[in-house]
């Protein structure tokens, strides 16, 4: 089992804090409520902390390892969608356990399939979907978007100046795992990404580790490759 990793050329060695330690830090907020149970509390803490540790270890493959531009942008970009989907689910708890996430009374209930008709030299179809009302709310999804748009209208992480601004500049970062939605001829990794939101991602993280949602906890020096 791998518990030490040596930088090459260096007898040095490095090992992110330990996932306990992370799921101690992230307890200060993450805590078992009306809307989310013990276990999965337990369940959400280990995979941030899982990715916690991942994205400080892809910052230090930019800093002891020599790459090549190729590798610096990829390496770059899933410390970005990593990053994000981190931010993702702090968001997603603070917004639940606010009472703010977004609800429906109607659930569908039966598609009535299509039907295909002609208008001149036009092609039509409809598509038919009954929904039913439920007496009671149901959860519904919400998209990072939204998610991030609540969170900064009701200011859920304090004063913390421009960073909802920032939030939102790394909103449609996160999408780029989706490699084939290709738009345009420059529209590739290479072109979207490099030190530039590599610099706005710490930014932005290590604002939402440190911000007053962990005020309670002293360890924010967990965080300080971020800075």
Not at 115 to 140: A, G, M, N, Q
């Amino acid at each position: 089992m791998v518990n030490r990793l040596t930088p090459k050329g260096s007898k040095n060695v490095w090992y992110p804090p330990r996932i306990k330690a992370l799921e101690n830090y992230l307890s200060v907020l993450l805590q078992e409520n009306t809307y989310f149970t013990k276990s999965q509390i337990s369940s959400l803490k280990k995979n941030i902390a899982y990715n916690l540790q991942y994205v400080e270890f892809l910052t230090r493959i930019m800093k002891d390892i020599q790459l090549s531009d190729v590798l610096i942008t990829q390496n770059i970009k899933f410390f970005v969608i990593c990053s994000a989907s981190i931010i993702e689910a702090l968001f997603y708890y603070i917004v639940i356990s606010n009472g703010k996430g977004s609800t429906t009374n109607w659930v569908s209930y039966k598609n009535l399939g299509s039907h295909e008709f002609s208008v001149k030299e036009d092609k039509f179809k409809t598509e038919t979907e009954l929904f039913i009302k439920v007496p009671h709310p149901i959860d519904k999804d919400m998209t990072f978007d939204q998610m991030c748009k609540k969170i900064e209208d009701r200011k859920m992480l304090g004063d913390v100046k421009d960073l909802y601004k920032q939030i939102s500049n790394i909103r449609k970062l996160r999408n780029r795992i989706h490699i084939q939605e290709i738009k345009h001829s420059t529209d590739t990794d290479w072109w979207i990404f490099n030190q530039d939101q590599f610099k706005l991602m710490k930014k932005v993280l290590y604002g939402v580790l440190t911000s007053s949602l962990f005020s309670n906890s002293s360890q924010h020096s967990f965080f300080d490759y971020l800075k």
